[in-house]
């Protein structure tokens, strides 16, 4: 299967520790996307890269979040000091389109639990 | 303050009947309008888009209708199937400020088809 890999499927952590998320786009695709989705609302743009670039980054995104793709292929995305807040399904998306459409390739995404 | 509302979080329809899923909006600036698909335990899944200057859009039995003086978009599916069970979300490119990442998503409403 060559779709988005995320990794790990489902994190459970206590309060004020870090994690890290893994995410490995398809292969060819130079966007790479970081959505949030919490229970009953639909998923929330964080930030986006294009090869090792960030180019953009919500405001969702705050001082505690950070993302990185250091090559140019897989993205990790650390959230410090994690809060119950930030309790959400972490979605992976990737794209080899070169203008914005909105369409996007998703991984299935990492859950995080923040007890 | 919703930008993207589906005012209705559920829809069951019979097997072979059509199946109409709404999506009203408020921001006028976009791209394209698009329609996700996603099935429990798996990230969402392109389904169709429809781009600003249309007002139809046709992909087999997915069609999206866009009426941009009621700022109101629709995806018919006909005739509808048990496997189109799933949660259906439609979402906006963002086109202010130059961004290429943003999707602007609703809450979504979960379709089920029944044999």
């Known amino acids: 299967d060559t779709g988005v890999s995320q990794d790990p499927r489902h994190k459970i952590t206590k309060r004020g520790q870090n994690v890290t998320f893994r995410c490995d786009p398809i292969s060819e695709h130079n966007r790479l996307y970081w959505y949030r989705q919490t229970l009953g609302q639909g998923p929330e743009f964080l930030t986006y890269f294009q090869n090792e670039a960030q180019l953009e980054k919500s405001r969702l995104l705050s001082d505690r979040f950070s993302a990185e793709r250091p090559k140019g292929s897989f993205s990790t995305l650390e959230i410090q000091r994690t809060e119950q807040g930030d309790s959400a399904m972490y979605l992976c998306?990737?794209?080899?389109?070169?203008?914005?459409?909105?369409?996007?390739?998703f991984g299935e995404g990492s859950r995080l639990t923040v007890l | 303050d919703q930008q993207v509302k589906q005012n209705s979080p559920s829809l069951s329809v019979q097997e072979g009947r059509i199946s109409i899923l709404n999506c009203d909006y408020t921001n006028s600036m976009f791209d394209y309008f698009l329609w996700y698909k996603k099935y429990p335990a798996e990230g969402p899944t392109f389904l169709i888009s429809i781009s600003s200057i249309k007002d139809k859009n046709e992909d087999g039995r997915f069609t999206v209708f866009l009426n941009k003086s009621a700022k109101h978009l629709s995806l018919h599916i006909v005739p509808s199937q048990p496997g189109d069970s799933a949660v259906y979300f439609c979402a906006y490119t963002v086109n202010y400020g130059g961004s290429q990442g943003n999707l602007i998503f609703g809450k979504g409403t979960k379709l089920s088809v029944k044999p």
């Open positions: 998306a990737s794209s080899l389109r070169r203008d914005w459409t909105g369409e996007l390739f």
